[in-house]
């Protein structure tokens, strides 16, 4: 029996090295089979996605990961326009959603939530973003887009660059990371540098420089990940048009980069990446959401299939 | 060829005893059948959906049943963002939607919304909830959840509670109950009690109870179904909040029940029934909703196809 | 090779006779193909719709016609609730759709959007409506219901009336019929004839006339392409309400029309069409949107079939 097989995931926590790289594996397979192959993984199953928070991305990723392994698509893609607005509690609504279906996908504001469901939901509990710091199928689509690009992630000199403060995916980024032996470099403007409460456990198991100077280390990077900055995170306008300016990375930065370096942002973006850098080999970030997708696939095959596939 | 075939399901008064336990057969084979089987049951079938009135719940429970017996659904789960909002007539909205699918799903304001259109959709229709009193899918989804559980209908004593004036799920469960030999017992605050035009013709059929008080017959039930109380149905907020009290169900209550009596409720539940019921063996409302997909997906199965299955 | 395989279908003015008469025959085939060998067609393949402009109409074409032919749809149906809102560019968003699908559907309020799109998609782009004159799925069906009903479309005189100012619609047609030897009129009040710009180019290849009575030609026409006349293009409401009255096709108008004449319209409908014409054999507007979805289908099944089906 595989050991995702009807196991929620919950928390990026949870996975150590060797899980990650179960997944990895499966990834890899899911994208080497043919479309008839894969369409059988999940046939017949039925994915409920609930959100409290909407996100047409992430849902669009599991929706279309789902048809991709032959499994079809329901639920509530906002919650403010469903019976959970008549007052109904998170517990029942999951409750009934689990009857529908074969694998419940969960965002929600709050911390904790997704555990929560878990406890009672009678179908797996997929966390597709939950709270400050929790998503935990984006940080493994990131690490497994690092080890496709960079064919390894020991030992690669990673930054992270934008709003560390409020940002979920970098703390399940950090978090991935700190299963690899990785060098971790932040770069964020005073106000928007990691919660030093956020940051407490994950200083255990990874070493991390800080900086609000974005060329401080940029020759030395062989990862950038580049996250948006949010006009509503400032008291005034003037201040974020200051930050906003200085961490855009362009084809300028690019030229201070290492030539095999990568750039990957969890989209959407804004303007903190230039358009001129799409098409350059070092521009990742599309791949990396195609490699989410085929993530999602894997997982959704994994928890659905006593056995794999 | 089975009667259903390619008939409309409009309203629980066409259905007499014969015609339910039909239906609760159809239902037993598909919670019998395997997941394979039960997908070539509705395959390469569509089903629309078309609320003019929204319904998360309702929607997902057809939508589910649909995906269970291996059709897809689409549709419009809130017309006010259709074409309908264009001045469009309900009529014309039928005749497109019928042209897109093999079988509509209609949930409307209005009494007499489905049979009409009924009268100019090329393909059948149910009605998924519609005017004051229409509800009859989830009718036959209580009938079934009491047969199941207490293996039979004829001879229970049932008290329904709660909002019995403007429940539209009330009286098409008393419409159903009255094919069969049972004690009905109404419990609601005054200004709730059942309507006398829409008791009317239910009289002639079922015999049943009224009072104000859930303690008074409340050790002689064998199914005690809760429906919400609304707050909107209140003139001031302070008599709401008096009745509201008085009629939730929880361990107190339960303790002066049958050892075997179960509860039901359509949901979504506020605080009408108490949490701690959840995980006693009397409460039956999620078995209830699970049962609502199953009797939805053998209705899809009847319809569309000419010798059942 | 057929020449539509991975192909976008962008403006109608790609589309001359031959191509068109290439899609007649496999929309033909589509209808005479039953069920199991329809979905067999584009099986396992998925359409993502992206709508910048609310349609429920047309994205439940394409999703049924998807259907039909044995794919699923995903998709963002009002992009007003989606990551876009977070101002991510057309661009972006059209880049991601295409990896979560094979084939993207695109309406959009700009003229331009769908060829802009195609050249970041990775997948083929089906301009489902954009700017003020390019609607070409709309047209293409529109050919081919007078084609099914008339048996040819040479020769025909073809009346098309109501708004032909603001219409994308109408432009699209024009084009359309700029490929037949057709006798065009077209009826209208002065306020809301064709625009010079747009039709410029049409002329070149199509003879029209103009009126703004109705009555005019009447008894002469083959076809009478009737089209909304919103409320919203007029200064004041009196203007409007004079105008509106005296462009209601009804049966007096369809008494004075010839006997073998069919009346058309791209539907939805307000009261420019009475509707005791529906059931006259005239009325051909419904079989209009059942052949759009067979239109829709074919083109499927070409765009995403490398030898055709």
Redesign the interface.
Known sequence: MNEFYQKDIISIKEFDREKLEKIFASTDKIMQLN??ER?KICK?N?L?YLFYE????TR??F??AM??V?G???????IT????Q????L???V???S???DVLVLRHTLDGSSKFAAEVSEKPIINAGSGTEEHPTQAIQDLFTIKKEKKKIDGLKIGIIGDLKYGRTVYSLLHGLGNYDVDVHLISPESLRVRSDSIYEIKKKLSYTESTDIEEYIDELDVLYVTRIQKERFPDEEEYLKVKGSYVVGLDLLKQMKDDSIILHP????DEIS?DIDNTKNAKY?EQ??YG?HVRAALLGLILNENGF
């Open positions: 479309s008839t369409r017949g039925t409920a909407p996100s047409t991305r669009l990723s929706d279309s048809a991709s032959g079809n698509s329901l639920g509530i893609s906002d326009s469903s019976s959970a008549k007052g109904e509690s517990a029942d609504t409750r009934i959603m009857i529908y279906s989209l959407p973006r804004l358009t599309f959401a195609e997708k």
